[in-house]
């Protein structure tokens, strides 16, 4: 059996089988990428819930594991030299596809070409989206200066048509199916979420819509959007 005695993390989320990943997250999109990924890879490993609340994610223990103090975050316990932590949820995403040979492509120039959609949704999707959900859904929203809603609903705007027109005439973003796939689709699934698809004109982004829909058909992501149950 496993030693995880050396991450503290353990004292506040017990592991039941330290043997299989320790999965520490909340089903958000950020979230949901690393769970889905362990479901597409077959990879065994036990989900923690960690709420976003500060006695979770600035808890002693969570931050031990990831300073950062954001979900999701993992251990392996069969990592390439002993148990390993990770946290950064396209950083785990990489780790796992590099520990299983999946969802990477076939050969280098696959391998440059997911990497690189996969930091277009780290660097730029996901934080543009995350500011949008702010200043229209949330706390920003009922500020009277609305430049901030409108920059980024303009930057959202452009980030959508960006992934429709590489999208024309493919089912993925980067040939076969991979983790940019699953990377960029859970944000994109938020903007319903921030009731914001009118105003990005979602509709008008047929190969978006379509992707979007492909995606959520997989059997693997059904299950792994709803892994930790918020409840």
Known sequence: MAD????????????ENPDIIQLYSFPT???????????????????HKVTLADADVKSPEFLSLNPNNK?????DPDGPDGPIGLFESGAI????????GQLLG???TDRAKV???????????????GQLGFF??????????????????????????????????????????SIADIAIAPWLRALDFYGAKDVVGWDDHKNLVAYLDRFLERPAVRKGLVIPPRD
């Open 71 to 75: 979900i999701p975050a993992i251990i």
């Open 136 to 177: 229209y859904k949330f706390a920003g929203s009922e500020w009277e200066d609305k430049r901030p809603q409108e920059r980024y609903i303009s930057e959202g705007k452009r980030l959508l048509a960006v992934l429709d027109k590489e999208l024309d005439g493919r089912d993925w973003i980067a040939g076969d199916y």
């Open 93 to 100: 995403l990489l780790y796992l596809a590099g520990k299983t």
């Open 29 to 47: 999109p950020n979230g949901v990428k690393v769970s889905i990924a362990l479901e597409e890879m077959g990879l065994a490993y036990e989900p």
């Open 4 to 15: 995880l005695s050396d991450f503290p993390i353990t004292q506040k989320w017990a592991p």
């Open 115 to 129: 990497t690189q959609w996969l930091m277009f949704q780290m660097g730029g999707l996901g934080p543009m989206l």
């Open 106 to 108: 076939n050969g280098a």
